[in-house]
């Protein structure tokens, strides 16, 4: 486990910072991830360490730019340290889906795949017992 687990864990609410799915609905730590990677010039400091699930760890890679669907534009992902989630997200209240509400929150949506089948499934659930939003 990364040892900055516990600080970066305490500050997400242990809530993925890009889904904001819930921690404790799943048998596993989330993971530390790398906003800008290391391997992009990224630093491994607390300010370029965000909280993320399994699922958007993966799909986000090592990306830091994505296309808006909308205009079609190379545009930065939401970045969990500088970006405000709820100006760049809403969540559709009867889908469960996940709306880019801004280019960047459509590009990260679609870059991470946040309205796959699974995740709107799961997310329905969540919103069923109070766990989500």
Known sequence: MNPNYPQIALRAMHRCEYCRAPEAMFNF??????????SEGGEDQESNLTLSCRSCNLFKGTFVL????????????????RDVWHEHFE???????IV???SR????????????SAQISARRQWMRLGLFP
Request: glycine letters at 6%; charged letters at 20%; zero cysteines.
């Open 29 to 38: 730590p989330f993971e530390v991830e790398h906003i800008n990677p290391i």
């Open 66 to 81: 994505a296309i808006d669907p909308q205009t079609n534009l190379s545009v930065d992902l939401f970045n969990p340290r």
């Open 91 to 97: 969540v559709h209240l009867e889908t469960g889906e």
């Open 100 to 102: 880019g509400l801004t």
């Open 105 to 116: 929150g459509r590009s990260t949506t679609v870059r991470l795949n946040m309205n796959s």
